[in-house]
């Protein structure tokens, strides 16, 4: 058995590998605030990474930092620096797609990830791999609280509604990344885009949503900029954090694509939206029903 190092290792994906890795026997090292090794704690941080055999890397974002990229910045240089000293010689990293949908590279929400991915390369690392992951599912339940919203009987969000967007089930982004870890023989050093099942409009998963909580009459709005901007000021995340999601918004909304590899068996995932919103929503799952 063998040890890897999990950073953000209570979020929805790193609660996924470090389950995962457990249930195969290995050690992990889980850096999270929440289980007592912060990010921010360079000695507890370089402890975390000594000798691990492997390390999944996220760069966790503060929806309330007053700079995000910033913020995100300073964590990318911790953790690129304790991954250095430690001398980790296979790291696989959680990056995004919506960080490549401005061709002009504007700062998206995602923005912290591509500039890992940078700072990575610039490492000795003998096996690398950059998960470039579609829209998650579970942004429904939490950044876009879609429960909440359906009690009005709409869905609103900044994005287009009639253009589709891939999204994916964080179990099969854990599946991806706990296989890149264990594999005994690292096939590819690189990038690999996982694009979840297929592909979705915001009506079309509003309406998808909506059924499986048994509230089929929820429509979905395309919000202004300026009106989600504000919308998520009121609920608590920062101008700065709320300007990255809606620069991501107005991006895609111009026709911009996210992926930028053709849809394949390799780049695509087993988890629909639709079996998604049942084991999420399904009867007798929400207080809604």
Known sequence: MKTYTVVGAMSDVGKKVTQQLEDMGHTVRKVSRSVGISIDDDEELLKAFSGADGAYVMIPIDMQAPDLHKRE???????????QTADVKRVVLLSSLTGLVNPERAKTSAWGAIMMEERLNKLDIKEIMYFRCAFFMENFLKGLDFLEQA?????????????AMPMIACTDIAERVVEALTTETFREVGTRELQGARDYTMAEATQILATALGKSEIKYRQAPIEEAHKAMISAGVSS?????????????????SMALEKRSPENTTKTTLEQWAIEQFGKGKTGML
């Open 73 to 83: 910045g300073e964590i990318g240089e911790k953790l690129a620096r304790a991954i």
């Open 151 to 163: 009690k009005n009987g709409s869905f609103v969000t900044a994005f287009r509604s009639d253009v």
């Open 240 to 256: 700065s954090f709320a300007e990255a999601v809606m620069e991501t918004a107005r991006s895609f909304n111009k026709g911009n």
